[in-house]
Antibody, heavy 121, light 110 residues
Framework: QLQLQESGPGLVKPSETLSLTCTVS??????????WGWIRQPPGKGLEWIET???????YYNPSLKSRVTISIDMSKNQFSLRLSSVTAADTAVYYC?????????????WGQGTVVTVSP | QSALTQPASVSGSPGQSITISCTGT?????????VSWYQQHPGKAPKLMIY???NRPSGVSNRFSGSKSGNTASLTISGLQPEDEADYYC??????????FGGGTKLTVL
């Protein structure tokens, strides 16, 4: 059974870089079946798609965040990562790593439990 | 990219049916059959309820159904149950090879 688990610091200072890692278990991140992605949810607000990566290295970004985000895959560790630079309080959110077992770019049926990231001095 | 438009709230009594709309544009919902719906209970990760406009993942009740007409997608829940009370989000693939979500709809079961 495919499972995802986010990890990373829960507190980041303004202007610094937020870095999160998602560990994949139950299948290989090299699989051609999956797109891997990140979604976030600010407190009391809706879902926002951040970015998606395919095993081949193809990446896709939310235009509003594109200048600040990077997504990468570490096949040796079966992990993929998010880096968001120059953070502000508006980046405070629950961050989820996600994937689809339907081989879809969207339709995320597997979610991590979510990790809370607070941007504060 | 602009968020898809959903009503902020809907309500219904147990046993009734409700429909949540999700309006986009010809660059997303109108041009692709890649609309998904998610259910989110407080403090929990979202759960996929519908994908590719009409498909239900294994394990999702057949009380949940999806449809699309033009630039608007809809989620219908029939035979409302108390546990259906949650937030619901739609999403769509776009012509820019991105994803866009709706603002979310709070469903209250009276």
């Amino acid at each position: 059974q495919l499972q995802l688990q986010e990890s990373g610091p829960g507190l980041v200072k303004p202007s610094e870089t937020l870095s999160l890692t998602c560990t994949v278990s139950g299948d290989s991140i090299r699989s051609t079946r999956y797109y891997w992605g990140w979604i976030r949810q600010p407190p009391g607000k809706g879902l926002e798609w951040i970015e998606t990566i395919y095993y081949s290295g193809s990446t896709y970004y939310n235009p509003s965040l594109k200048s600040r985000v990077t997504i990468s895959i570490d096949m040796s560790k079966n992990q993929f990562s998010l880096r968001l630079s120059s953070v502000t309080a508006a980046d405070t959110a629950v961050y989820y790593c996600v994937t689809s077992t339907f081989s879809n770019f969207d339709a995320f049926d597997v979610w991590g439990q979510g990790t809370v990231v607070t941007v504060s001095p | 990219q602009s968020a898809l438009t959903q009503p902020a709230s809907v309500s219904g009594s147990p046993g009734q049916s409700i429909t949540i709309s999700c309006t986009g544009t010809s660059s997303d919902i109108g041009d692709y059959n890649y609309v998904s719906w998610y259910q989110q209970h407080p403090g929990k990760a979202p759960k996929l309820m519908i994908y590719d406009v009409t498909n239900r993942p294994s394990g999702v009740s057949n009380r949940f159904s999806g449809s699309k007409s033009g630039n608007t997608a809809s989620l219908t829940i029939s035979g409302l149950q108390p546990e259906d009370e949650a937030d619901y989000y739609c999403s769509s693939y776009t012509s820019s090879i991105t994803l866009v979500f709706g603002g979310g709809t709070k469903l209250t079961v009276l």
